[in-house]
């Protein structure tokens, strides 16, 4: 059984930056991806990172450039820093891990960015 706890979520001013770090517990096998989802109200959740096993990451393209995911497998975490943070980055952040026939969410964090 994998699970993930996320943390950094919090308020923050446009242009300002944050971290987010998700532990996880539980064996994850090499084929899935880890990654970070948003879901602000009334919209559907959407990917925002993913990073393989292997270091491969994909980026939605309202981040690029501003985001990066990354991960410690040392530490069981995978993270996401968050730069040059606008308004439409508010949302509910929430930690994945994507695996071969399943999906495991963390609870998610609240991020949200002020004017």
């Known amino acids: 059984q994998v699970q993930l706890v996320e943390s950094g979520g919090g308020l923050v001013q446009a242009g300002g930056s944050l971290r987010l770090s998700c532990a996880y517990s539980?064996?994850?096998?090499?084929?899935?991806?880890l990654g970070w989802y948003r879901q602000a109200p009334g919209k559907q959740r959407e990917q925002v990172a993913t990073i393989t096993n292997g270091g491969s990451t994909n980026y939605a393209d309202s981040v690029k450039g501003r985001f990066t995911i990354s991960r410690d497998n040392a530490k069981n975490t995978v993270y996401l820093q968050m730069n040059s943070l606008k308004l439409e980055d508010t949302s509910v952040y929430y930690c994945?891990?994507?695996?071969?026939?399943?999906?495991?969410w963390g609870q998610g964090t609240q991020v949200t960015v002020s004017s």
């Open positions: 539980g064996v994850i096998r090499g084929r899935s991806v």
């Open positions: 994945a891990v994507v695996g071969l026939g399943s999906v495991y």
